[in-house]
């Protein structure tokens, strides 16, 4: 009812509503990640997590991350992020000590979302499954993983802070 009340106030009122506009992710540009370029360095339980992006270049952004535990690389994980003519891509890899790649690893999400100090992939195959990218004030990054572990929603937050 309060719908039929707005809809003929503005009929009575002459007004146009001009449309929302919502961005076509097909349209974003990985220059618009430029706020993820840097070292950066957090903690995730007893993991010291440092994550290294390259500046935006040739229509591709690299970045790498290294886990360590009890002084040991746990993890290494490399990641491509890429325009495509169905927008852009995160894919990342991950690999043991060898580095040969780890099987069931290799992850793909779009980026449905971005503005200048966040940017939202998601996997486009179900389970939805999200990292998300925030800039936290001049110096801080925050990395969030929304995944599925055993059927269960995991969400992890890793505050990490720009390094000197």
Known sequence: MILFYIISAVQVLGTRIPPIEVPNPRDYKVTQLSFMTGSWEGKLQTATLEETWLPPKASSLLGMMREEVNGKTAIREFEVIEETPEGIFMTINHFDSKLVPLADRKLSRKLIS????????????????????????????????????????????????RKK
Not at 114 to 126: D, H, R
Not at 127 to 154: C, D, F, W
């Open 114 to 161: 971005v503005n200048n100090s966040e940017a939202v992939f998601e996997s486009i195959t179900e389970p939805k499954q999200k990292i998300i990218y925030k800039k936290s004030g001049t110096n801080g990054l925050i990395a969030i993983v929304e995944i599925a572990r055993n059927g269960t929603p995991v969400r992890l937050e890793i505050a990490m802070e």
